[in-house]
């Protein structure tokens, strides 16, 4: 039997409920059809936006949502898309699919879309093929609230009132698509661009966001930093979990043999390496710590499901990736005191989604459970926790994985939330939690499970859901409990 220790009178660090946050990018159909529809659809929208996908959305606790790339970003033009929509410049989407991006949705639209939502605002720059100007200019037109030329044109287009932007990220992935640039010379002009992110709400400065590295490459964090660490709040890491090889042949999302899903997961833990070196990259430059890690692109990327645009990103989603997630926000709230926010790639129909869409169909596949169920972590105290277990390795991907990854908080009312993810495919475990300090009142336990293959879809909606946990005895200062294989549950324990 593994033991499991929670104190929770260490408490270590307030978790960000950025962490949970998304991102929704102009690429394949994750904002056209996935969350935009127009206003004249047949599918039930208010002014565009899905009705069924904005209200899970909402009961998932999404707390803040990137936009408008990635990619696209560093190559959208802001004035393309505000105005009367019949007088909207079209555009080839040249990143994604080649297809023609009419501008219907764009800067009004994405704040409409947070506002139903309740969500904070993550807005991406274009420092790649964009101007100072026109970057100025967009900042000074979402939040300035006088007399300014950007300001009486936000005002003719209908916006009376400035919004607010919590985050804004300037440029992206600049290393690749965003410009091609050296980390020396993109640290410069970030200074140069991030100088006219103007704060003109003071009572609600803009938290700026630069460009970081690819997955390891540790070269770019140590030069990005020296330069922007007197400038920045935070730095952003991407990395993706990739079972194949190859861009070529990164395996499929279904079809895929058990080596493959520890290969999967045991990539997917390379999270907690990721963190842990960066940051102490990060801290060697700027001990004083004034720059946060944000990754604000993660999750699976497979092979596209077969019949679809190769430049849509469109995959299915099963267990195996709701185990991943799991273990992902696990490993975010455990360094929650330097990971402020993150960003699951992506929203809608779009890689590990949480959402997939069919016309007026709607799908919430095992990774949108995930997220519901950890929502209560949101904004708790990070405690101290540990638990033993057996460690599995992947020949495949040259890495171990704990069988058991978990994480625990505390609520303002001292309600403990617990998450473990069991990764092993067949083995259940069985724990012993012991709680200090702590006489046990009641015990609640929910469960998320299935084969490692097992999914949502258009035939089958509920095959994966969060369903109640019973196989657990509650102790007077914790509980026993049985994890079964491939499965994500969390305890709710009152003392």
Request: glycine share 8%; charged share 25%; net charge negative.
């Amino acid at each position: 039997m593994e033991k499991y220790l929670i104190n929770p009178n260490q408490k270590i660090s307030k978790i960000n409920k950025d962490i949970y946050g998304h991102f929704s990018e102009h690429l394949g159909r994750c904002i056209y059809e996935g969350i935009y529809v127009g206003e004249n659809s047949k599918i039930p929208n208010v002014n565009g936006m899905r009705c069924d996908v904005v209200n899970a959305l909402k009961e998932m606790g999404l707390p803040v949502l990137r936009w408008p790339g990635g990619c696209f970003a560093d190559e959208y033009h802001w004035k393309d898309g505000i105005g009367p929509k019949e007088n909207r410049k079209k555009m080839v989407n040249t990143h994604w699919g080649g297809v023609v991006e009419d501008n219907s949705f764009g800067t009004h639209e994405y704040f409409e879309l947070c506002r139903q939502i309740g969500c904070d605002t993550y807005i991406n720059g274009n420092v790649g093929s964009g101007t100072v100007q026109e970057m100025n200019e967009w900042v000074e037109y979402m939040t300035f609230d006088g007399v300014s030329p950007m300001a009486e044109l936000r005002k003719r287009n209908g916006q009376e009132k400035p919004w607010q932007i919590k985050y804004f990220g300037v440029g992206n992935e600049s290393w690749g698509c965003g410009g091609n640039m050296d980390p020396e010379y993109y640290g410069c002009l970030y200074k140069r661009y991030n100088t006219y992110v103007r704060n003109y709400n003071p009572d609600a400065p803009i938290k700026r966001v630069a460009c970081g590295p690819n997955a390891d490459d540790y070269h770019w964090t140590r030069e990005v930093m020296d330069k922007v660490k007197h400038h920045a709040q935070g730095i952003a890491l991407h990395y993706y979990t990739i079972p194949g090889d190859t861009w070529a042949h990164k395996g499929s999302a279904t079809d895929f043999t058990q080596k493959e899903y520890y290969k999967t997961i045991c990539k997917a833990y390379k999270m907690e390496e990721l963190i842990n070196n960066h940051l102490a990259v990060m801290n060697s430059i700027n001990p004083q710590q004034w720059v946060n890690l944000i990754v604000d692109e993660w999750g699976t990327w497979y092979d596209v499901e077969p019949g679809t645009n190769p430049g849509f990103l469109y995959q299915q989603n099963t267990m195996r990736d709701a185990v991943v997630a799991a273990l992902t926000l696990n490993i975010f709230n455990k360094h929650s005191d330097r990971v402020i926010m993150a960003n699951i790639a992506q929203t809608v129909n779009v890689l590990q989604a949480v959402i997939l869409t069919d016309a007026e169909k709607m799908v919430l596949t095992p990774t949108y459970h995930v997220f519901k169920m950890y929502k209560d972590h949101q904004e708790n105290t990070l405690v101290g926790s540990y638990i033993t277990t057996d460690e599995i390795k992947s020949e495949e991907a040259k890495r171990t994985c704990p069988q058991l990854i978990e994480s625990a908080s505390v609520d303002e009312n001292g309600v403990i939330y617990s998450t473990i993810t069991n990764i092993s495919a067949t083995k259940s475990s069985k724990i012993k939690c012991q709680i200090a300090d702590t006489k046990v009142k009641s015990i609640k336990a929910e469960i998320i499970c299935g084969d490692i293959h097992d999914k949502n879809d258009f035939d089958n909606v509920d095959n994966i859901k969060t369903k109640e946990f019973t196989d657990f005895r509650k102790l007077s200062d914790g509980f026993t409990a049985n994890i079964p294989p491939c499965s994500v549950v969390k305890f709710v324990i009152e003392k």
